[in-house]
């Protein structure tokens, strides 16, 4: 455990917890007014035109954390449009940590699209179904990222887990600080049953709202200090994670690449064999 804390100090991080103001702890990062920010910092509006989508990044980058946020995704027909929430640094060996929402037909369930990239290598998609409406209330979609693992959560059940392989020469992201986005924006060419249905803009604008943001997380700033240690900074997933994995897997998975082989015809990756 040692040395996987090492980044940790060489970084200059600082213990922080954030909760509430997106004011606080979010700039607009593209779109202009189709970000909006109301209710006194409480709640963030993204909306999506034929013109422009919409975005927001974190003001602080952040080395490992716990991050919290309830969503209601954009209603009705959502096809070609995906609603995001993910870590990501930058340049062409970035890492980073994806949840996507990909848009539907009325009437189809959405799809929630995981991925996790380490030094600007992605592929490591798996998909799942919701097993509510998330267009009708808000729900809390959760990315708990230490030295050890990832995990995924909707409403405080497991659905992925990333684990730390380097031991067995796997990367990991855990040596680039990555800002936390927001954003709405149009992936018709992929989105919606492999871009076969396109966006309808007659329904635009599209909009999702973003609302409870929550993140006890290590923050990279100065001057240099050290980030204390915290429960969730050792957290792995417990039986009853697992359990829970297993029953996402079982009723709610719609794609996972570890058993895609046509996609990997040479092999499957290596993380495959322990994930």
Sequence with gaps: MESLLVPLLMLSLVWATSAGSFYENFDEAWGGDLAKILNNGQVLSLSLNRASGSGVKSKSQYLYGKFDIQMKLVPGNSAGTVTTFYLSSLGSTHDEIDIEFLGNLSGQPYILHTNVYTQGKGNREQQFYLWFDPTKDFHTYSILWNPLTIIFSVDGIAVRQFKNLESRGIPFPRSQAMWLFGSLWDAEDWATRGGLVKTDWSNAPFTATYRHFAAQACVRKQPSQTCS????????????????????????????YCTDTKRFPQGLPPECSFN
């Excluded at 050792?234 to 719609?254: E, P, T």
């Design 229 to 256: 240690s915290s429960s969730w900074l050792n957290q792995d997933l417990d039986i009853s994670g697992q359990k829970q994995i297993r029953w996402a897997q079982k009723h709610y998975m719609v794609y996972n």
